[in-house]
């Protein structure tokens, strides 16, 4: 049983997303359980799996029995445990979340397909961490875009449009990494990761390598919504169901995070990626200006859910620049913060869904007296902020702490002001909802009452969608408190060996 | 310099219908042109594949029957099976996409009357 947990992992979601379908058009009721149970199952075997890799290191699974590098490979080390622990969680409480957000905003007979596209996703998601194929890696980003594209058609007015840039983008991201692939094919004969990268540092200095790796940051870069590459994000993200947002949005990009950190520094290694062709200084630029950008562009934004998602390309900007950082301490805050910002994101996207589900708006200037009428989502939303700006006990703090140190530490003070002045900017972003949130009075026609002060109420919220709320707040907490023991019990031991400092 | 174009046409027309390919998604207006060129775009790819598995004067894959087992084989009789079976999942990925990206057009279609994509940003800014 525990040396098949690695498959189990996509194999459970897969078979339920069929089962669901069926059942589901037999009768409706069936298909929460039928969506609760396998992400139950999943979050149970992360968890197992993250104690089998802390005590006796990495799983590698073959399918079918067939050795590597003739058969595919699972391989599952520390980083992969984490990130698929944090998928698994998130997605759980999503599938909660999801059982009364899908009924108020999508036609009851769409259910079954809905949940059904639901576990395509986490299938995909599961897969692309799991997996040491390249090819394999190909399939399963594709089984995660073609149910992202669908799931986000199914939104609000424009949604369908919307579906259908992502799909052209996704497109030649996804063709980007397979030309990636074909080229590392030609040259050495293989799709094993581990298998190519014994193989890799003899051709280093190959041009058709060069071009190879190109493609995979271009293709990766695209699926993970970077900053030059981000134009599909905000318009898909936004339009759909909130539910689907709130898996889609933190989940996605930081798979695509985690495609970019294990094809730099475990198919490729570190002398590759740092010193033969010093991609790090171009993602430094890249990051720097993203981050600044995306900051800007969220500033400007007046739909909640639409400054959310530039808030996601400024975090993916994060990563990137910890990852250009190119030293231990930077690529220990990248990974941290692929894990914080699964939690915060959710956060903030379920609160933001929260809000819709009550008030009927997602306009930051209606949401005057918003802790009156939903004092829980809007604490959790304060929450979700302030982990975001960085503020001390919450995660967001250490993932960006160990981020400027690794700049420090390169040397790039650029990149130092870049995260120092985008804090800032998120405090502008964040506090403008807070003031709107806590401190307006309400004003407007829709209440004219005596002080325009509306009454005290708990949220009216149902409850399953109140507790993955809370729940996602208490992960940011606990993160935060226990970020130590992550870094020295797991990312220690996920950074490539290879790398200095 | 002309040799080698000329030994290796192939590739140079995936070259080609990669960039008629991304011309189209970048440049027309039009919705189904837009996903007529993100099909060239994949089928170059599969093109590409299927070249580097060929070679000259080979025989298909197969070991005929007999000679399996203990004799030795020269893999450069044989044309590389490993590509093509790639391109048989990225054909059906392939065929997905168009799918979906079919569905989503009649579902474009059916609210705004229109593939346009000009007509489509303006009827949605309204």
Not at chain 1, 251 to 277: E, N, P
Not at chain 2, 36 to 64: C, D, E, H, T, Y
Request: aromatic share 12%; hydrophobic share 55%.
């Amino acid at each position: 049983m525990v040396e098949h947990l690695p498959v189990l992992m996509v194999v459970t979601p897969l078979t339920f997303s069929f089962i669901v379908n069926v059942a589901g058009m037999w009768k409706r009721w069936l298909c929460f359980p039928l969506v609760f149970i396998p992400m139950m199952a999943c979050t149970f075997f992360a968890f197992a799996i993250l104690l089998k890799v802390t005590t006796a290191g990495e799983i590698r699974y073959h399918l079918g029995g067939w050795p590597p590098p003739w058969g595919i490979e699972y391989c599952i080390d520390h980083f992969s445990a984490l990130v698929l622990l944090g998928v698994a969680v998130i997605s759980l409480l999503v599938s909660i979340y999801a059982y009364s957000s899908f009924k108020k905003e999508v036609d009851g007979y769409r259910s079954p397909q809905l949940y059904a596209l639901f576990l395509l996703q986490t299938t995909g998601l599961f897969g692309i961490t799991a997996t040491a194929d390249l090819f394999n890696l190909y399939v399963l980003l594709e089984i995660a875009s073609f149910s992202a594209y669908a799931i986000i058609a199914m939104g609000e007015r424009g949604a369908d449009f919307a579906a259908f840039r992502y799909v052209i983008f996704g497109t030649i991201g996804a063709c980007a990494y397979l030309l990636a692939t074909g080229y590392i094919y030609i040259l050495t004969g293989s799709l094993n990761m581990t298998d190519v990268a014994q193989r890799l540092p003899r051709l280093y200095s190959s041009r058709a390598l060069l071009v190879g790796f190109t493609f995979f940051l271009l293709g990766a870069g695209i699926k993970m919504g970077i900053f030059p590459l981000h134009s599909w994000l905000p318009d898909a993200y936004t339009l759909a169901p909130s539910a689907v947002s709130t898996l889609l949005a933190p989940l996605f990009s930081k798979v695509g995070g985690y495609v970019i950190i294990r094809i730099m520094f475990t198919v490729f290694d570190s002398s590759f990626s740092i010193d033969v062709f010093p991609v790090t200084d171009l993602l430094g630029l890249i990051g720097g200006i993203g981050v600044i950008v995306a900051c800007v562009m969220a500033v400007a934004q007046t739909d909640l859910k639409r400054m959310l998602c530039y808030v996601i390309v400024a975090e993916m900007g994060y990563v990137v620049i910890g990852i250009a950082s190119a030293n231990r301490l930077g690529l220990t805050g990248a990974i941290l913060h692929i894990i914080n910002d699964m939690f915060m994101m959710a956060c903030l996207f379920a609160a933001a869904g929260a809000i819709f589900y009550q008030m009927g708006t997602k306009e930051i200037s209606r949401l005057s007296c918003l802790h009156r009428q939903m004092p829980v989502t809007s604490a959790v939303f304060v929450l979700g902020a302030l982990s975001v700006i960085g503020v001390p006990p919450l995660c967001g703090f250490f993932s960006k702490w160990y981020l400027l140190l690794g700049a420090i530490k390169s040397g790039q003070w650029i990149l130092i002001a870049v995260l120092l002045i985008s804090s800032l900017i998120y405090a502008i972003i964040f506090f403008r909802v807070i003031e709107y949130a806590y401190l307006k009075r309400r004003v407007n026609h829709m209440r004219p009452g005596k002080s325009g002060q509306h009454p005290f109420q708990l949220d009216k919220v149902p409850i399953s969608m109140l507790v993955p709320m809370i729940l996602l707040a208490l992960g940011i907490i606990i993160l935060g408190i226990f970020s130590g023991t992550i870094v020295t019990d797991i990312i220690e031991f996920a950074l490539p060996s290879s790398i200095s400092g | 310099m002309i040799e080698t174009i000329l030994t290796h046409y192939n590739y140079w027309v995936f070259a080609f219908l990669l960039t008629i390919g991304l011309y189209a998604m970048m440049t027309k207006n039009n919705l189904m042109k837009k996903l007529i060129g993100m099909n060239i775009f994949q089928w170059a790819i599969i093109l590409f594949f299927i070249s580097i598995g060929a070679k000259r004067g080979a025989q298909i894959p197969i070991v005929g029957g007999g000679q399996g087992g203990d004799i030795a084989i020269s893999a450069a009789d044989y044309i590389n099976p490993l590509p093509h079976v790639l391109m048989l999942t990225a054909i059906v990925v392939g065929v997905a996409t168009t799918g979906i990206s079919l569905a989503l057009l009649v579902a474009i279609y059916k609210r705004y009357n229109t593939i346009e994509e000009d007509e489509i940003i303006k009827r949605l800014r309204q």
